[in-house]
């Protein structure tokens, strides 16, 4: 089992919802800056939300292209990603990775890239049918 572990991925309709988990092992450490990607077929892989754990302050983003269909929480050291309104242009595979070093402004703020990340899980996938 890898650092990280999605799970939660499934076929849906357009409209439907699916929680997605991302399950923290022990052997990262306990702070760090989660954050959930999907990569569309032939498309780059983009950032969708971050939450930052194990930190007195609490700090979550999420893109403006899904917020207030999106919500990503946090339970000890399991992630979820909330999504409701499922659309078409939201199939792909879905990613969660960690970055230790980002801290509340960074993590918080959105400010992350792809290469930021040191490790990652091996996705769940989410499909979405009209």
């Known amino acids: 089992q890898g650092p990280l572990v999605e799970s939660g991925g499934g076929s849906v309709e357009t409209g439907g919802s699916l929680t997605l988990s991302c399950t923290v092992s022990?052997?990262?450490?306990?702070?760090?800056?989660i954050a959930w990607f999907r990569q569309a077929p032939g498309k780059e892989r983009e950032g969708l939300a971050s939450?930052?754990?194990?930190?007195?302050?609490?700090r979550h983003y999420v893109r403006d292209s899904v917020k207030g269909r999106f919500t990503i929480s946090q339970d000890k050291k399991t992630v979820y990603l909330q999504m409701n309104s499922l659309q078409v242009e939201d199939t792909g595979m879905y990613y969660c990775a960690a970055d230790q070093r980002a801290g509340p402004t960074y993590c918080g703020g959105g400010y992350w890239q792809v290469g930021d990340f040191d490790d990652w899980g091996q996705g769940t996938q989410v499909t979405v049918s009209s």
């Open positions: 022990e052997y990262i450490s306990s702070r760090n800056c």
């Open positions: 939450i930052l754990i194990g930190h007195e302050l609490r």
